[in-house]
Structures are given as C-alpha cells and as structure tokens.
C-alpha cells in the first residue's frame, strides 16, 4: 500500500464523531377502546365512530424505537444492542403487549389510548430507562399497514 493509500485507508478507521441512527423492532397485540370521559357518550361515538366500541377493538402494533449517537471508538456501539432490547422489554413488551391498554395501564385510565398517545407514553418509558435519554430519537409506531405515528420528543 502506498503511503497516500495508507493513509486515506488510515483516517477512514479513525474518524470519530460520526452519528449514528440505531433502530430496533417489537411487535405488540393489544386492545384499547377510543373514549374521552371529557365527551358525552354521543360526542365519543361522533369522534371516534367505531373505535368507540364499549367492548374495545385490538390491533397488532409494530413499535420502532430509534436511537441517534455517536459511536463509541472502543465499542464500536452506540449503545449495546442488549440492553436496548432490555429497555424496549421493559417499556413496551412488559406493559402493553397482550394487554388492554385502557384497564390495565394505569397512564390510560384518563388519558385516550390513542396511537399517539401510546408514542408518547413509551418516549416516557424509554427515557426513564436509557442511561442516557438524550440518544432517544424517535417512537414510530404502526397501527396499521396505513396507519403510522413517530414522536420524537418535541
């Protein structure tokens, strides 16, 4: 290798600094129903139509959290893939997976489980368990296959 090549080759294993988007996926099934106790039953029914069911509708959420840091020189990581599977366990699968998010998430019982209610509940939950909930950046959440909200803290 010639020393131009060598070192080209060189800075390009020791740039520092880059940032990094980390993302990781679970997948969760829970029911809610779409019900304000700020609204009259009519005004509920209007609003939310047939999310309005009294006996609640389920859905099979994908659930995106991303993370935005700069990789660690002697890990190579942003943060250990491990222990975001941990925290995302933790703040999603274990509160909300097969669950109905209206009875048995006490955030819910005056708050409308609604998707992007739901983000920024796991945003809370997330930074509450990151060592660092400055390199959360982003809950996206898929309700649907048409259906898509992202919270990114703001």
Known sequence: ???????????????????????????????????????????????Y????????????????????????PVTGMVINITDLKEYMKKAIMDTLDHKNIDLDVDYFKDIVSTTENVATYIWDQMTQLLPDPSLLYEVKIHETDKNIVFYRGE
């Not at 959290?65 to 990789?71: A, E, W, Y």
């Open 1 to 47: 290798m010639n020393e131009e090549a060598h070192s080209n080759h060189g800075s390009m294993g020791s740039k520092q600094g880059r940032t990094v988007y980390l993302s990781r996926v679970e997948k969760i099934s829970a029911c809610h129903r779409l019900h304000s106790n700020h609204l009259s039953d009519e005004e509920n029914k209007k609003i």
């Open 49 to 72: 139509g047939k999310c309005n069911n009294p006996n609640g509708h389920g859905h099979n959420y994908t659930v995106t959290v991303t993370l935005k840091g700069k990789v660690d």
